[in-house]
């Protein structure tokens, strides 16, 4: 078990919830577990934090939730991206790529480590 | 908790704990279900869930109260939308009836208005501290007296030393003396100020500091100090033009005194005073030419902070005691240690009190005609609230409506009432004591506003939640039914009549009982300006003046001065006489009395008199309209004889059977020849009774201080005129001050009661018209209602007149219950007034049956309108209409 690589960014957290709700309604059980197979269990996320900045993400309009009922009749609160999350998603996405690239840039710059 | 527990929770609003409880116990359920999957043991799933989540009590906490803002804050917002919405609505229904609208706002104004008009000035009198640091610990103290440098007379009070022995009493004590002196500065002619002697203690005790330079320091209380004052605010503007003005010099009847400091412009205490002057003790006769006769001192002190009005008062009276034995007249111990405050507002206690309450009287018949208005307009709305209740609008949702409306009008009544009570304050101010009004000016300020607002809200649950709940409890199927037929069922009609007719009887009663009030302070009033005041104020005009030591050292020179101011009064064309006294009446000073014997009987105590003593020159008694009886006063040149005039009671008291005039009296161990009697003078005020007086030769002794009075046939502007002329024109170093015509001088001394009395008025008319506007409104009402029952009568054959009478008969039974229980009222609680009023009864059957006629007049006048109504209910069309 690959679970404790250190704390993520909290701007990271937010990508991570905000592209773990593009195309499906998870509650959030299922956003950890998304994360966790997507990243291959490379990143780590203590999975309570994951309520608060829900939390954080709703009271800016970013997600909606509601509670429904599961596949085994529990209740079970569900969100899902807002427009304004999508956009969101759309701009912090492009700004971490382009960040991401730029230090990957830095890192193969020579000599070269990678 | 069970699950049906939690939706039952969740019927009254969101359920945060269950809801948090919920989401994260799902996710740790399903992790470990994830462990268990991947082959661990249920133990070891549960610890590494655990793990893996995180610490569950901190997520939840931060949670918790995430949750809670959140709902609380969605809350607030439903609710002030809600409120919006109905504050909408209500507007949109006063709108809609501008008429009754407009009606009602202007009656709870009226209420509420005299209202915070008269808690602005109760406030200053009895709740609003001074504006002294820790004022509730400031008190007067009775019995104390000055000591005078040459005292040589026992030793029978006590003095401030006496007090600060024991400090766990008194922690300070002051004395100070108000007086005037004439100030002159940068050599301008001299100007009267208002100036107080004060103790070396007197600014520590009232805690307060100089503004700019400092208060004065020990050494300058000391005896032969240096001389210094310190001025007020206003002298710095007014003189010196707020430049630096420390260590300059002031001149106070030719005496220079170095200025050490500037008061705060907001104090001048005592009253309004201008110029504080250390008083060294035991002080000298020098300080004598501020004051009249004696020096008017004043004691107060700041209590320990441990010790009690009621133990300061004890122990005043333990050293009292030391001085001499207690005699049946002499203060009560609880009167000789008072609350500052109270001290201050004196006499004036009652009135306010009265006021106060006749206007909160006036308050409750503003919001029983209101409350009536409402009580009839909500049959009208009937219908309008069962649709609502149909459209899904609740009991609490259409309460709530109500009761928005009845706030939204009282609210703009409030408003109203402000503006117009800060006007109103301005009038107000007579009512209360002057020395009181200086220090406190009474104003709209944050707590007269608050108190309106608190008034605004009682008013508006008293008049708004009885309709609202009554409304609200509207029968669906009855009004929706009954709306067609215009009117309610009979039942519930009979409920409205009894409803509306309690609130009549009401109103009536309390006007009567405001009409009472008022028309004993009239019949007071009335009697006041009736009384003889002993002389004959027209055509008189007064001016005041004060020499200065320095340039009128001797009696000589005051005398050439008055001889030489009156020649040139008497030469002016519209003047036919002057004269100068040495105090004139009504103006409260000169209350020195002297014990005068006969001196046939020195011996007789039935037959001594206490005289009060002033100084006149020839012509006083003529100039007033005093009849004299015997000769005048001798001349100013005339020095040589012991001669006095005594009015009629002294001369009754010293000689009961015989003539007076020709006989002697003893002045202490002086012989006088009478040689005059003169009618009795009311000296302090119209409601005192006279003493005796005795008038003794200005040129003895021309006084520091005189009033200068002139009669003629001018009008008083010219004759004011002519009077400051004669004095500029003798001396223009000497100025004249309080001029005034003698009848304003009465005025003075009457304005009090009189805005008492036109206040009540005030209050005892609206009321009447209010309680009028009541009596129509639930005739009005009953006639609308009763058409039917009309329409049958009048087809059964009912006159005209049958009908009016049935209407009227009803408004004049409304009337005669509510003026008889105001009247019984009104006689029980009369005696409260008895101290403000001036010969007359609280009882006086006059006033009593004037204010039962006067209501009933107008009650039956209120009947008219209704009862034409009546007349013109046309049987046909009320038939129809079922």
């Known amino acids: 078990m690959a679970r404790d690589k250190g704390d993520l960014l909290q701007g990271t957290l937010t990508l991570l919830i905000l592209k773990a709700l593009v195309g499906q309604d998870l509650h959030g059980y299922s956003i950890a577990r998304w994360i966790e197979d997507v990243t291959k269990q490379a990143l780590a996320i203590e999975e309570g934090s994951l309520y608060p900045a829900l939390r954080r993400l709703e009271d800016r309009g970013l997600v909606t939730s509601k509670w429904t009922l599961s596949d085994t009749g529990r209740r079970v609160r569900v969100y899902a991206l807002s427009r304004t ?10 700004a971490w790529m382009q960040l991401s690239r730029a230090v990957t840039l830095v890192l193969r710059a020579e000599p070269s480590l990678v | 908790m069970s699950e049906r527990w939690r939706r039952y929770l969740r019927f009254w609003g969101p359920d945060v704990d269950g809801d948090i409880d919920d989401e994260l116990s799902y996710h740790v359920e399903r992790l470990t279900e994830f462990f268990v999957s991947r082959g661990l043991s249920p133990e070891d ?22 949750d809670r803002r959140k709902l609380s804050r969605s809350r607030r917002q439903h609710m002030l939308q809600d409120l919006a919405q109905d504050l909408r609505y209500a507007l949109r229904r006063l709108r809609a009836e501008p008429r009754f609208s407009a009606f009602v706002i202007l009656v709870l104004a009226l209420g509420i208005g005299a209202n915070t008009a008269i808690f602005s000035a109760i406030d200053t009198a009895f709740l609003k501290p001074l504006p002294f640091a820790s004022a509730d610990r400031l008190v007067s103290i009775a019995g104390l007296e000055l000591p005078l440098d040459l005292a040589t007379r026992p030793k029978s009070f006590a003095t401030m030393d006496d007090f600060t022995a024991d400090s766990t009493v008194f922690a300070e004590v002051a004395a100070y003396a108000s007086g005037g002196l004439n100030l002159t500065a940068g050599g301008a002619e001299p100007e009267r100020v208002k100036i107080a002697y004060v103790t070396s203690r007197f600014f520590a005790t009232l805690g307060k500091q100089a503004a700019v330079g400092r208060t004065p320091a020990p050494d300058e ?26 260590n300059r010099t002031l001149e106070l009847n030719g005496k220079g005194y170095r200025i050490v400091g500037v008061m705060p412009a907001d104090f001048g205490f005592p009253g309004r005073t201008e110029v504080w002057i250390p008083l060294a003790l035991p002080f000298g006769l020098d300080i004598m030419s501020a004051f009249r006769n004696f020096v008017p001192s004043v004691f107060i002190s700041r209590l320990a902070p441990a010790a009690t009005v009621a133990q300061a008062a004890q122990h005043a009276d333990v050293i009292r005691k030391r001085y001499r034995t207690i005699k049946p007249g002499d203060d009560p111990v609880s009167r000789l240690v008072r609350p500052l405050q109270a001290t201050l507002v004196g006499d004036r206690q009652t009135s306010l009190i009265v006021l106060g309450a006749s206007a909160a009287l006036l308050l409750l018949i503003a919001c029983a005609n209101v409350m009536n208005l409402l009580l009839s307009r909500a049959a009208a709305r009937r219908r309008e ?30 408003a109203i009432a402000v503006v117009a009570a800060r006007f109103a304050v301005r009038i107000l101010s007579a009512t209360l004591p002057p020395n009181l009004a200086d220090v406190s000016p009474p104003g709209v300020d944050g707590r007269v506003l608050a108190f309106t607002m608190l008034v605004a809200l009682a008013t508006s649950l008293v008049f708004g939640v009885a309709p609202a709940f009554g409304a609200s409890r509207t029968d669906l199927g009855e009004a929706m039914k009954s709306a067609g037929a215009g009117g309610g069922g009979t039942r519930r009609r009979a409920a ?11 109103e009536v009663s309390l006007a009567v009982m405001l009409l009472v009030g008022a028309g004993l302070m009239l019949e007071s009033l009335d009697a006041l300006l009736r009384t003889d005041s002993g002389f004959r104020p027209e055509r008189v005009v007064t001016g005041r003046l004060v020499f200065s030591e320095t340039r009128y050292p001797n009696p000589a020179a005051k005398a050439v001065f008055f001889t030489r101011v009156l020649e040139r009064l008497r030469a002016t064309p519209g003047i036919s006489s002057a004269a100068a006294v040495s105090a004139l009446p009504m103006e409260g000073v000169g209350n020195i009395g002297l014990r005068v014997a006969p001196a046939d009987a020195p011996e007789d105590t039935t037959r001594m008199g206490l005289g009060l003593y002033l100084m006149a020159t020839p012509g006083y ?3 007033m309209g005093v009849p004299l009886r015997g000769q005048d006063l001798p001349a100013l040149s005339d020095t040589a004889h012991r001669v006095a005039v005594i009015n009629q009671s002294l001369a009754h008291a010293l000689w009961p059977d015989r003539e007076a005039v020709g006989r002697q009296l003893l002045l202490g161990e002086e012989r006088r020849t009478v040689i005059g009697v003169v009618g009795d003078i009311r000296t302090r005020r119209l409601d005192e009774t006279p003493d005796g007086q005795l008038y003794l030769p200005m040129s003895e002794q021309p006084q520091a201080y005189a009033s200068i009075v002139a009669k003629g046939s001018g009008q008083p502007p010219a004759m004011l005129a002519a009077l400051r002329e004669a004095v500029h024109a003798t001396d223009p170093m000497e100025p004249l001050y309080s001029m005034a015509t003698m009848n304003d001088v009465i005025e003075t001394t009457v304005a009090p009661r009189r805005t008492n009395t036109m206040l009540l008025a005030l209050f005892g008319s609206l009321a009447v018209v209010l309680a009028a506007v009541g009596v129509f409104a639930v005739l009005s009402y009953g006639v609308e209602q009763r058409r039917r029952e009309i329409g049958v009568r009048v087809a059964l054959g009912a006159q005209r007149g049958d009908v009016s009478r049935l209407v009227v008969r009803q408004g004049v039974a409304l009337a005669g219950v509510g003026a008889l229980i105001g009247l019984i009222a009104a006689f029980v609680l009369s005696r409260f007034v008895t101290s403000m009023l001036y010969a007359v009864s609280p009882r006086d059957p006059l006033v009593f049956a004037g204010a039962a006629a006067l209501l009933a007049v107008v009650a039956l006048l209120a009947t008219f309108g209704p009862a034409m109504r009546a007349t013109g209910v046309d049987p046909l069309t009320t038939l129809r209409e079922e």
């Open chain 1, 85 to 94: 999350g999508r956009a969101e998603l759309s701009t912090e996405a492009t």
């Open chain 2, 45 to 66: 799933a549960r610890q590494a869930a655990a793990k893996a989540f995180g610490d569950v009590k901190d997520v939840r906490t931060r949670l918790h109260a995430h």
């Open chain 2, 221 to 246: 209380y000391a005896k032969g100090g240096p001389p210094t004052v310190v001025i007020s605010h206003g002298v710095w503007q007014r003189e010196f033009g707020g430049r630096n003005v420390v």
């Open chain 2, 385 to 414: 609230l069962a649709i609502r209740v149909v459209l899904g609008a609740t009991r609490l949702r259409i309460t709530r409506q109500l009761v928005v409306e009845s706030l939204l009008l009282a609210a703009t009544g409030a």
């Open chain 2, 496 to 506: 409205g009549a009894r409803g509306g007719g309690a609130l009549v009887v009401a």
């Open chain 2, 621 to 623: 008694f003529a100039t």
